[in-house]
């Protein structure tokens, strides 16, 4: 039997194995990370969305927990319409 480089389902039996289940991507992990946070970026720009970072105290992120858990909404939604609120908009 030869091996056939144009074959990609059949297993190279000469190959040495490596662990772990076969590669889906020809990329390394690292490329599509930048890969999966560019088009993030691209989708939340046509969104209309713009990132912001706010560094807060850990007793007010404890009790924004709190409340996210109550209302069953994610941190960025109650932040969102906590300045809504506090913005008059």
Not at 31 to 36: G, I, K, P, S, T
Request: include cysteine; charge should be positive.
């Amino acid at each position: 039997m030869s091996v056939q480089p144009e074959d990609r389902t059949t297993i190279d039996m000469f190959a040495p194995s490596r662990p772990g289940r076969p590669r889906s991507n020809p990329y390394e992990r690292s490329q599509q990370c930048r890969f999966n946070k560019r088009t993030q970026r691209q989708r939340d720009k046509e969104r209309g969305l713009h990132r912001l970072e706010v560094k807060l105290n850990a007793q007010v992120v404890e009790r924004l927990d709190e409340v996210c858990a109550e209302l069953d909404l994610a941190r960025a939604d109650i932040l969102e319409l906590a300045l809504k609120h506090w913005l008059h908009l």
